[in-house]
């Protein structure tokens, strides 16, 4: 059977203006899509997303070579080195990480994650995962986190969603990171299918990677929804995106 060629290039930024690019993405998809405000650093001017965390992390770029190469999609991942240069991780200003450094694992915080409007639906993000799996495998990655969001400020909208993610998703207890403000995952679920159907592509590609969520949920102003912590074995990333590299 003939193999395809992957529709996309996915690389690393190797400089400033790979991550000003993939900050570009961010602010078109955070801010003038879905109307959050970003992070501390966002410049409406120059419309770019940004925060502190940028210079520490590495910046993927998904491009698309039909469109001299324009960045696509982005994620950015933040190892233990670079989270101590940074004074911490992201994740840490939203969810108690306690579980996760007790565990002795070594880590790897995921974020910002997005895709271009016309690039959803496809094989964008399974790429965008395959050079996940490869920074995981070579950063020696045991643990991978990083928040997830649910749109939207009212706990009632998505309490449905919640409350599937906690009862059928949770991590386990002892890999559980902690809402620093909690809002409560006890949703009654009404239509089960409904509430799948409600969550973002993000959400259900971590949980079809196997994925577990923390212990409650945060309410995120500056993005305008309410974030999940998901906690991710590297081994279930890698049978299911990279299984001729699985580990273990």
């Not at 001299?68 to 080195?81: H, K, Q, S, W, Y």
């Not at 989270?83 to 840490?92: D, H, L, S």
């Not at 386990?172 to 239509?191: A, C, N």
């Not at 929804?225 to 273990?248: F, H, Q, T, W």
């Amino acid at each position: 059977m003939t193999r395809l060629a992957p529709r996309y290039l996915l690389r690393a930024a190797i400089d400033g203006a790979d991550v000003t690019a993939a900050q570009a993405l961010r602010h078109a998809v955070f801010v003038a899509e879905l109307g959050g405000r970003g992070g501390a650093l966002t410049d409406g001017e120059r419309r770019i997303e940004a925060d502190r965390f940028d210079p520490h992390c590495l910046h993927l770029l998904l491009v698309d070579p039909l469109r001299d190469g324009a960045v696509v999609g982005t994620t950015r991942v933040l190892t233990p080195e670079g989270a101590r240069a940074a004074g911490g991780y992201a994740t840490e200003e939203e969810f108690d990480l306690g579980p996760l450094r007790d565990s002795g694992r070594r880590l790897l915080e995921v974020g910002r994650t997005c895709l271009h409007p016309d690039h959803r639906g496809g094989s964008a993000l399974h790429q965008l995962w395959g050079g996940l799996a490869q920074v995981v495998a070579e950063q020696g990655t045991e643990l991978i986190f990083g928040l997830a969001s649910l749109r939207g400020l009212d706990p009632a909208e998505v309490a449905p969603q919640l409350g599937v993610l906690a009862a059928e998703h949770a991590a386990p207890k002892e890999l559980r990171p902690r809402s620093l403000r909690p809002v409560p995952m006890t949703g009654r679920i009404f239509d089960r299918r409904a509430a799948v159907l409600a969550m973002p592509a993000l959400v259900k590609a971590y949980l079809r990677l196997g994925a577990g969520v923390g212990e409650g949920a945060f309410l995120d102003e500056a993005f305008g929804c309410i974030d999940v912590c998901m906690v991710l074995d590297s081994g279930s990333l890698n049978k299911r995106v990279m299984p001729g590299k699985a580990a273990g």
